[in-house]
């Protein structure tokens, strides 16, 4: 069986030994295993699917990293209330400038 520690605080160095697997298991099969417990029972859709299929054949090291960001993030407190831009409060200067630019923008024409 294999065997899964995802870190649980800022990683410093690349976790090598985080997802380990005995000989003959599936290291992908680990990976996704892994992935799927920190998602919490997340609903996935196809193109999800693929991804995921696509992101437990990484490194292992880079999976259990993702892994240790979606565990950690759920410890977060909910975020403030979205500002103009979505993101942090702006002091006035800045969000003049912000708006400015913001009128001043002309999208280019797609080809």
Known sequence: MAEIRIPTGPIEHEPWDAIRTSPGESLTAACRTALLVEMGGMEVGSWDD?????LANQDPSVVATVCSWLRRVRTLPPPSAPTVRGGPELDDATEAEYRAEQADYTPKEQS
Do not use: H, R
Not at 50 to 54: K, R, S, V
């Open 50 to 54: 693929e991804l995921l299929g696509w």
